[in-house]
């Protein structure tokens, strides 16, 4: 039946493609990375995960595609990366460090 959900379809999750906001700087040290969120006028200290997780946002690949690469470099089980890099990108949605999904775009096609 046309429009019936099924087995097959991909997490919606796994689909999005995170992009940092635009005010959000950071500063790595060592093994650790510093966020500074300049709306909430606030810092966020990064794990090395969130840290590996950060550094694969650049608004093209998937959360998928950013487990894939990461579990690739570390030797690691996908899927539990997969639940890693998901859980990573939602606490970064929570925390606004990700460009809100329905604001207008600013690129000029």
């Known amino acids: 039946m046309s429009g019936d959900v099924g087995a097959d379809d991909p997490d919606p999750d796994m689909v999005?493609?995170?992009?940092?906001?635009?005010?959000v700087s950071v500063a790595a040290f060592d093994h650790e990375s510093v966020l500074y969120d300049a709306v909430a006028a606030r810092p966020v200290l990064l794990n090395v995960s969130a840290a590996a997780v950060w550094?694969?946002?650049?608004?093209?690949r998937t959360v998928a595609e950013?487990?894939?690469?990461?579990?690739?470099r570390f030797g690691a089980d996908r899927g539990a990366v997969a639940a890693d890099v998901a859980r990573a990108v939602a606490r970064f949605r929570e925390l606004g460090l990700l460009q809100d999904e329905s604001a207008?775009?600013?690129?000029?096609?």
């Open 55 to 60: 550094s694969m946002i650049d608004g093209v």
């Open 16 to 23: 999005f493609v995170p992009v940092a906001a635009g005010h």
């Open 104 to 109: 207008p775009s600013t690129s000029i096609c």
């Open 66 to 72: 950013i487990a894939d690469v990461l579990a690739d």
